[in-house]
């Protein structure tokens, strides 16, 4: 079943997404707002290019170095987002961004073996994983869209990048065909459902990387991660040890840590500040820290409905 765990699987959840968002369409739950469609294309494509390189980079590292990937997915958006946005990070919002990677570093990572391929498509990842999140959050302010909106519009592309390249990759990955593979019933019960379930976390992504900021959506990612690790110990008893409980103790102090200074920053701001920015919630809004897009524009459009 591993085979469906990632590229295939992925461009069917997306596939499954964008005809649920079509019927929602025609029932009038959202608008069509068409924009520019060189900018929808890119995005799509990055996006799908993004994912196929996570993979790629999980089927040529060890678990360890995949890990330490996914961590550096923090860094790499705030050096983007402060040398192309003009955005500002706060010591303090670093501070507890660190301890947080610190924490998640000790409790997953585990062995670090490098290889030049490997380390090259981990970079790839890692910088099409940021460009693609920090996308996600400035198209939805430029062209005043929401998260549906960007979410109906791009997932055609997504899909057909992962369709195109997803048999290819997933025989790297298992060394298996994925049209040779025995569709059995129950296969096909748990495939529909993790396509049903696709729907709200392409959804909630968009939505949180676009109300709130790439660098929270990772943070929430990474708090995933530490509860997965949790309940996999409590629920099916997975092994557990020390370093897991201090990793994750750690992490939790970081993301307290960081809403506590989100919060602080926020309440700090002026009302224009905070007109500008548009949100100033804490994990689920922008990690304020101090941060700012240059060339705001007014908005221009306030029909949109998610």
Known sequence: MFIFKSTTLTSWHLLVTFCSLHVALKMRIFEHKPFEQKAVMGFGVLNGI????????????SVGFYQMTKLAIIPCTILLEILFLGKKFSKRIQFALGILLVGVGIATVTDLQLNALGSFLSLLAVITTCVSQIMTNTIQKKYKVSSTQLLYQS???QAATLLISGPYLDKVLTNLNVFAFKYTTQVMVVIVLSCLISISVNFSTFLVIGKTSPVT?????HLKTCLVLAFGYIIVRDPFSWRNILGILVAMVGMLLYSYYCTLESQQKTPE???????SDPLINVESGGGTVLNKRPPVWNKEKD
């Open 273 to 279: 500040a905070e007109a500008r920015e548009g949100e």
């Open 155 to 157: 997932c055609p592309y």
């Open 50 to 61: 993004s994912i196929g390189l996570l993979n790629l980079s999980l089927a040529f590292n």
């Open 217 to 221: 959506y990772q943070v929430l990612g």
